[in-house]
């Protein structure tokens, strides 16, 4: 259970921005890939508890998902490979070469002044 310690992570970053600028986070959007996958309810809930009575309490967390990349080694095609088809979307080979699999990242996070 890998979101949790994630969870801790974005949390602890969202708060160090919130307390620089002097303002309540409202939301913030991550992003990770295939191989490094986030469960969302898990991630969604372990985030809740880390963010529970502080100034991130209620904020909302979006995770998006970004495919797997590939590059067929006959027509040199990059796709998003998809598992159940299992090679080229083009040609339909299996010589395929997968891409660098997307970072974990927090990618922004949204502020308003305090009450």
């Known amino acids: 259970m890998h979101e949790t310690v994630v969870a801790q992570s974005v949390f602890e970053t969202i708060l160090e921005h919130a307390n620089k600028l002097g303002k309540r986070?409202?939301?913030?959007?991550?992003?990770?890939?295939?191989?490094n996958p986030?469960?969302?309810e898990v991630m969604n809930f372990a985030?809740?508890?880390?963010?529970?009575?502080?100034?991130c309490e209620g904020?909302?967390?979006v995770i998006e998902h970004i495919?797997?990349?590939?590059?067929?080694?006959?027509c040199s095609e990059v796709f998003d490979f998809d598992i159940y088809a299992g090679g080229c979307v083009k040609c339909k080979s299996t010589?395929?070469?997968f891409e660098p699999d997307a970072p974990?990242?927090?990618?922004?996070?949204?502020?308003?002044d305090k009450e």
């Open 47 to 55: 985030f809740e508890a880390a963010t529970n009575g502080t100034v």
């Open 59 to 61: 904020m909302r967390l």
């Open 25 to 35: 986070p409202v939301s913030a959007k991550m992003s990770c890939g295939q191989l």
């Open 67 to 74: 495919p797997l990349k590939a590059k067929c080694n006959e």
């Open 95 to 97: 010589d395929i070469k």
């Open 38 to 40: 986030i469960n969302d």
């Open 104 to 112: 974990l990242l927090l990618e922004e996070i949204e502020f308003q």
